[in-house]
């Protein structure tokens, strides 16, 4: 039976609980504990599969198809524990299955509340798995006050008073601001932000401090003794020159130990961190570095591409270099020549997206890095836009294009080399979509096998000719013009075992000029980099190396 730690946050939004939260289960794992890790997120929405990446970020994908929150992504590259549906709810999802449930009349016609009804869904989601794992490391988004999340914490606080003394502990994050001009951290934040759980029936056993100056021996005491925890479980967070030091940075601060002391667990296993100690080693102390341009749509917030910037970073760790990755708006290059801004780089990657806004720009990224024999990595529409650039250049399809622009414009402008697939098959069964389902249900997600023509570049990258990877995708590469494209130089080197979607293509005689359907930066992990981006990288090197 799992014990369980609820991770809060206070004061502001964005204090790093992902992290924490990730960091805290690599610990409990270096001290030979298994751990499962779950986000619980307040937002109406069932998922942020809908969200637009400036409102959101990155949208993470599990293989079993689930759209979740980035900080999934968090848990699973500091963990290596692939996350589930099960490890993702959000209040649109509890309120939905709420109310499928009062429909069929499974509620024999009582009067639905959010007491008990709600939360008594969300408890049930809590408990899932629970048998599987020794600790379940479960985190609220927003913050303590929130109106949206007092269902989730009314939920938690009733599911630690049921369960027996000593499995469930609270771990809550704060911000202790600096004021310069009287030069204190102040710590009445924190009292109020603790003030607030305490009102809602829950006290933490750890308190995290984020700080950006070192936090005084007397105000670590002072903060115990008004929030009513021991002054050893109140644990300094400091920034951090890269978010692969956590776990280390909270072992020296005495986390892990914290929490173990809070679960009675004595004496404490020994901790292991051979793994980050390396994955730091590889980090600091590269031996080259490599540019690597990402022509994008959504550069202007990062966490857009937050999965795509750490496994270029775990790239770099598996080649020993430091990867400098910078974000280029792709519609830039609708007005400007590509040559100027591209030239200075050693690899160029065009991630993915949805929309034909900026989709110019990036074909002719594509062009450039293609004609220029420059290392090019195309993800998702980043590889629809590199068959599109080989249609029109290549293969004399002046007007080649996609059904998604078509339909977006509500005309028809190009002759469509990716168009919307309406059926295909997923295991044993056949998944049908038509283009005006459901924004989710029109999507090809999660993991699907692939196979490898013998010989291709993506064979020996893998080192096998059968791979599995996560999709999130609508439209499809036609079959249809394959061979013609084939006969230009672009050759289909994945595809799925059926034969009928294409999954993966590369440039014949190119050094190295892949384009995958898929989304292989979701599986990548700083002490497992994906074979993909360690050889793109590896590629980027041995570009600058000729430079």
Same mark, same amino acid.
């Given at each position: 039976m799992a014990r369980y730690i609820f991770i809060t946050?206070? #004061? #502001?939004?964005?204090?790093?609980?992902?992290?924490?939260?990730?960091?805290?289960?690599a610990l409990l794992q270096a001290r030979g504990y298994s751990v499962r890790l779950r986000k619980l997120d307040p937002y109406l929405n069932v998922d942020p599969g809908t969200m637009s990446p400036f409102e959101h970020g990155e949208v993470f994908v599990t293989d079993d198809g689930a759209e979740t929150d980035l900080d999934l992504g968090h848990y699973e590259r500091f963990t290596g524990v692939s996350a589930r549906k099960t490890d993702s709810i959000s209040s649109g999802r509890i309120y939905s299955n709420v109310l499928e449930k009062e429909r069929r009349g499974d509620y024999l016609g009582k009067t639905i509340q959010v007491v008990p009804h709600?939360?008594?869904?969300?408890?049930?989601?809590?408990?899932?798995?629970?048998?599987?794992? @020794?600790?379940?490391?479960?985190?609220?988004?927003?913050?303590?006050?929130?109106?949206?999340?007092?269902?989730?914490?009314?939920?938690?606080?009733?599911?630690?008073?049921?369960? =027996?003394?000593?499995?469930?502990? %609270?771990?809550?994050?704060?911000?202790? =601001?600096?004021?310069?001009?009287?030069?204190?951290?102040?710590?009445?934040?924190?009292?109020?932000?603790?003030?607030?759980?305490?009102?809602?029936?829950?006290?933490? @056993?750890?308190?995290?401090?984020?700080?950006?100056?070192?936090?005084?021996?007397?105000?670590?005491?002072?903060?115990? %003794?008004?929030?009513?925890?021991?002054?050893?479980? #109140?644990?300094?967070?400091?920034?951090?020159?890269?978010?692969?030091? /956590?776990?280390?940075?909270?072992?020296?601060?005495?986390?892990?130990?914290?929490?173990?002391?809070?679960?009675?667990?004595? =004496? /404490?296993?020994?901790?292991?961190?051979?793994?980050?100690?390396?994955?730091?080693?590889?980090?600091?102390?590269?031996?080259?570095?490599?540019?690597?341009? #990402?022509v994008g749509k959504y550069t202007q917030l990062e966490d857009a591409y937050k999965s795509i910037a750490e496994a270029l970073t775990h790239g770099g760790m598996a080649n020993r270099v430091k990867v400098r990755a910078e974000w280029i708006d792709s519609e830039i290059f609708e007005k400007e020549d590509p040559a100027p801004h591209l030239e200075r780089f050693q690899a160029i990657l065009v991630p993915g997206g949805f929309g034909e806004r900026g989709t110019e720009g990036k074909i002719k990224a594509a062009r450039y890095a293609r004609e220029k024999q420059i290392p090019y990595l195309g993800i998702c529409l980043g590889m629809q836009m590199a068959v599109i650039e080989a249609a029109r250049n290549l293969a004399g399809l002046s007007d080649a294009g996609s059904e998604e622009f078509d339909h977006e414009a509500g005309a028809k402008r190009f002759t469509p080399v990716v168009y919307l697939?309406?059926?295909?098959?997923?295991?044993?069964?056949?998944?049908?979509?038509?283009?005006?389902?459901?924004k989710g249900g029109t999507m090809r997600l999660g993991a699907y096998d692939a196979a490898l023509v013998p010989g291709s570049k993506v064979a020996e990258v893998y080192g096998t000719t059968r791979i599995e990877e996560r999709h999130r995708h609508r439209y499809e590469v036609d079959t249809q013009f394959k061979d013609k494209l084939e006969s230009c130089g672009l050759v289909f080197s994945g595809m799925s075992p059926d034969g009928r979607l294409p999954e993966i293509v590369e440039v014949k005689g190119h050094p190295w000029y892949i384009g995958v359907q898929f989304h292989p930066e979701l599986k990548s992990k700083p002490f497992e980099p994906h074979?993909?981006?360690?050889?793109?990288?590896?590629?980027?090197?041995?570009?600058s190396r000729l430079v």
């Amino acid at each position: 039976m799992a014990r369980y730690i609820f991770i809060t946050g206070g #004061v #502001v939004s964005s204090l790093g609980k992902g992290l924490a939260s990730a960091a805290l289960g690599a610990l409990l794992q270096a001290r030979g504990y298994s751990v499962r890790l779950r986000k619980l997120d307040p937002y109406l929405n069932v998922d942020p599969g809908t969200m637009s990446p400036f409102e959101h970020g990155e949208v993470f994908v599990t293989d079993d198809g689930a759209e979740t929150d980035l900080d999934l992504g968090h848990y699973e590259r500091f963990t290596g524990v692939s996350a589930r549906k099960t490890d993702s709810i959000s209040s649109g999802r509890i309120y939905s299955n709420v109310l499928e449930k009062e429909r069929r009349g499974d509620y024999l016609g009582k009067t639905i509340q959010v007491v008990p009804h709600v939360t008594n869904e969300i408890k049930d989601f809590l408990r899932i798995g629970e048998e599987e794992t @020794d600790f379940m490391l479960c985190e609220i988004g927003g913050t303590v006050g929130d109106i949206e999340g007092l269902p989730f914490f009314e939920a938690i606080r009733q599911f630690i008073h049921e369960r =027996p003394r000593g499995e469930c502990i %609270l771990m809550h994050l704060t911000l202790l =601001p600096y004021l310069a001009a009287s030069g204190e951290l102040k710590t009445k934040p924190t009292q109020h932000s603790v003030k607030e759980l305490q009102s809602i029936g829950l006290a933490p @056993d750890v308190l995290v401090c984020r700080s950006e100056h070192p936090i005084p021996e007397r105000e670590r005491e002072k903060i115990a %003794l008004f929030c009513n925890v021991r002054a050893d479980a #109140v644990i300094p967070a400091y920034d951090l020159k890269t978010i692969y030091e /956590a776990p280390l940075a909270y072992h020296r601060a005495g986390l892990d130990q914290a929490v173990l002391n809070a679960f009675g667990i004595e =004496p /404490a296993p020994k901790p292991n961190l051979t793994r980050w100690e390396d994955v730091m080693d590889r980090i600091t102390n590269p031996e080259g570095e490599v540019r690597v341009a #990402v022509v994008g749509k959504y550069t202007q917030l990062e966490d857009a591409y937050k999965s795509i910037a750490e496994a270029l970073t775990h790239g770099g760790m598996a080649n020993r270099v430091k990867v400098r990755a910078e974000w280029i708006d792709s519609e830039i290059f609708e007005k400007e020549d590509p040559a100027p801004h591209l030239e200075r780089f050693q690899a160029i990657l065009v991630p993915g997206g949805f929309g034909e806004r900026g989709t110019e720009g990036k074909i002719k990224a594509a062009r450039y890095a293609r004609e220029k024999q420059i290392p090019y990595l195309g993800i998702c529409l980043g590889m629809q836009m590199a068959v599109i650039e080989a249609a029109r250049n290549l293969a004399g399809l002046s007007d080649a294009g996609s059904e998604e622009f078509d339909h977006e414009a509500g005309a028809k402008r190009f002759t469509p080399v990716v168009y919307l697939l309406k059926e295909w098959v997923q295991g044993n069964h056949v998944v049908a979509r038509k283009l005006g389902d459901d924004k989710g249900g029109t999507m090809r997600l999660g993991a699907y096998d692939a196979a490898l023509v013998p010989g291709s570049k993506v064979a020996e990258v893998y080192g096998t000719t059968r791979i599995e990877e996560r999709h999130r995708h609508r439209y499809e590469v036609d079959t249809q013009f394959k061979d013609k494209l084939e006969s230009c130089g672009l050759v289909f080197s994945g595809m799925s075992p059926d034969g009928r979607l294409p999954e993966i293509v590369e440039v014949k005689g190119h050094p190295w000029y892949i384009g995958v359907q898929f989304h292989p930066e979701l599986k990548s992990k700083p002490f497992e980099p994906h074979p993909l981006f360690a050889d793109f990288v590896r590629a980027a090197r041995d570009v600058s190396r000729l430079v």
